[in-house]
């Protein structure tokens, strides 16, 4: 079956520093990703939406800035948190969108800490 | 914009008996697609059932079913012989129009406890 990479799956930074989280799948091309991010208890909230080779859109109130995606191929993307601060602390998980449009293949998340 | 609603936060279900779990949503499309997913204490999501909103039939995955209602938009889902193993977080979530990106938007979740 279908799956996706995401690495690494915790990460601790310190604040004002920036980390790179990886999704990858593995066995089929994704030409669409998502980035989602999940609070404990809470329902996942999409960030932003990963074409290959085009711009990320972005969902209103995420700052472009701060969360910059590239998905320079058809198997990954990355999502780096920029000058990363204690709000930033989150689970953050990545989905793959397969080629019939209909299925999803999700990450098995990161979990980051900024300290 | 569509909205997903889950009335539900907590669930609770003795192991062999049923338990349905309400979703309702908001939309103007006429097409489109619905799914379950669950999300266990490991946080890796799951893809519990899919509902092609132009099917009438319910889907049906073994222990899983769902009640389609497409005029009321409503989409419970329905875990039936309840196994320790469904005590996870359920996720009802809408898949927008190919052309608005074909994401997928989430309900709040409901937390469903298995007692034995």
């Known amino acids: 079956g279908a799956v996706v990479s995401q690495h690494p799956s915790r990460v601790i930074c310190k604040s004002g520093t920036s980390v790179k989280i990886e999704c990858r799948s593995l066995d089929f091309q994704a030409t669409t990703m998502f980035w989602y991010r999940q609070f404990p208890k809470q329902s996942l909230m999409l960030m932003a939406t990963s074409n290959e080779g085009s711009k990320a859109t972005y969902e209103q109130g995420v700052e472009k800035d701060k969360f910059l995606i590239n998905h320079a191929s058809l198997t990954l993307s990355t999502l780096t948190v920029t000058s990363a601060h204690p709000e930033d602390s989150s689970f953050y998980i990545c989905s793959a969108r397969h080629t019939d449009l209909y299925g999803y293949t999700f990450g098995s998340g990161t979990r980051l800490t900024v300290v | ?116």
Do not use: H
Request: glycine fraction near 4%; charge should be neutral.
């Open chain 2, 1 to 116: 914009a569509q909205t997903v609603t889950q009335s539900q936060p907590e669930m609770s279900v003795q192991e062999a008996e049923t338990v349905t779990l309400s979703c309702t949503y908001d939309t103007s499309e006429s097409d489109y697609y619905l799914f379950w997913y669950k999300q266990p204490p490991s946080r890796q999501m799951i893809l519990v059932i899919r509902q092609e909103a132009y099917k009438q039939q319910n889907a049906t995955e073994n222990r899983f079913s769902v009640n389609f209602q497409k005029a009321a938009k409503s989409f419970s889902l329905k875990i039936s012989d309840s196994q320790l193993g469904d005590a996870a977080m359920y996720f009802c979530a809408y898949r927008t129009d190919y052309n608005q990106g074909g994401k997928l938007i989430f309900g709040q979740g409901t937390e469903l406890s298995v007692k034995p």
